[in-house]
């Protein structure tokens, strides 16, 4: 599952693109043409630096994360500041001190993320799944698949929503289709591609081919897995409150829904630390209202449903990604240029 632009607005279509299992990153045009050879290398140095980094152990990389993160307090001020915003908008009741704190703490473990990314890619699958102490509602989703109408699972920026997605497909439930939006760099998009299919998933592009194989796989009675709380374009997109804060919120799940009769739950990957280094897998219901026929009542408890999950661990939620950026025409912008 990957942030990227859901083209969502074909969906009204009924689009059924024909399945294929090219790797999408072929499908690209030469993103290196005319690229600055400094990028290039920049891309090289950070693929070597996750190779060498996936030689240490989990515990080592949430050391080095932690470590990271407490510079990085310091020394990320775009990012520290768009945290800092982020949560004084979503959790108001807190006291300054206590904004402050979980600030801290979320770029911690965003760091943490971060240095982890090199086992959740790199190890061998059987490696990084081992590190699993814990799977919280999988009755839900052996439930919801048995129900033979498909399930997507949307899997939101909170914890290590990489290992989720590498989890989904290895879970006795079969087969399993990903949104995908590969990065511009050719070298890094076929990394992350290799990574996130080589547990199984069928990694579709997010296109309006991409779509129609979402549509299919549903109709099929399969699991589909999305990450819903990115900024979608406009055209994918409409106007709902998330923490209580206006946020263009994608209207791609509740139309997916509308049109199969899928059901729907929340799963993420928890970071825990007892009895050793590892993550819990959970999975969450969401809250009725996202079947409803009205769109503005199901993106209503998209967002709910979300929020509830992020409050489980708020401090492991993506704070530093400018989840308000786009603003209802009249209103100011949140956040400052660049």
């Known amino acids: ?44 140095i950070l693929i070597r630096l996750l190779r060498l980094l996936s030689l240490l152990p989990l515990s080592a990389l949430r050391r080095l994360g932690s470590l990271l993160g407490f510079a990085g307090w310091f020394c990320a001020s775009r990012m520290v500041a768009t945290t800092r915003v982020n949560i004084a908008l979503c959790f108001p009741d807190l006291s300054q001190s206590a904004q402050e704190s ?17 086992a959740v890619w790199l190890w061998p699958g059987v490696r990084i799944l081992n590190e699993i102490r814990h799977v919280d509602g999988l009755p839900l989703l052996q439930d919801a698949h048995a129900g033979g109408h498909g399930v997507i699972v949307i899997s939101p920026h ?4 990489e290992l989720m997605g590498l989890y989904l497909n290895t879970c006795g439930c079969g087969p399993t289709s990903q949104l995908y939006q590969p990065p511009s760099d050719p070298a890094v998009a076929r990394l992350l591609f290799q990574a996130r299919s080589r547990s199984g998933a069928n990694m579709v592009a997010s296109d309006r081919r991409g779509v129609g194989m979402l549509l299919e796989a549903l109709r099929r009675g399969e699991i589909i897995g ?17 923490f209580g804060v206006d946020a263009l919120t994608m209207t791609l799940v509740s ?32 809250p009725m209202a996202i079947y409803s026929r009205d769109l503005h009542q199901s993106l209503m408890a998209l ?22 950026k786009r603003q209802p025409p009249g209103l100011p912008k949140i956040y400052d240029a660049g």
């Open 102 to 118: 979980l600030a801290r703490r979320s770029i911690r473990e965003s760091f943490r993320t971060m240095t982890e990314t090199s």
């Open 226 to 242: 999305i990450l819903p709380d990115q900024v979608p374009p406009e055209s994918g997109g409409e106007f709902s409150r998330f």
């Open 255 to 286: 139309r997916l829904l509308m049109k199969t009769g899928a059901r729907i739950l929340l799963g993420y990957a928890r970071r825990v630390a007892q009895p050793r280094a590892g993550f819990e897998i959970c999975f969450r219901e969401m």
């Open 1 to 44: 599952m990957a942030r990227g632009n859901y083209n969502e607005t074909r969906l009204r279509e009924h689009p059924g693109g024909r399945k294929s299992s090219r790797d999408p990153v072929g499908k690209r045009p030469a993103a290196g043409v005319g690229r600055p050879v400094i990028k290039a290398l920049k891309m090289q």
């Open 158 to 161: 909170l914890g290590n929503w």
């Open 303 to 324: 967002n709910l449903g979300i929020e509830a999950a992020v409050r489980e661990v708020p401090e492991q939620y993506h704070w530093e990604y400018k989840r308000f």
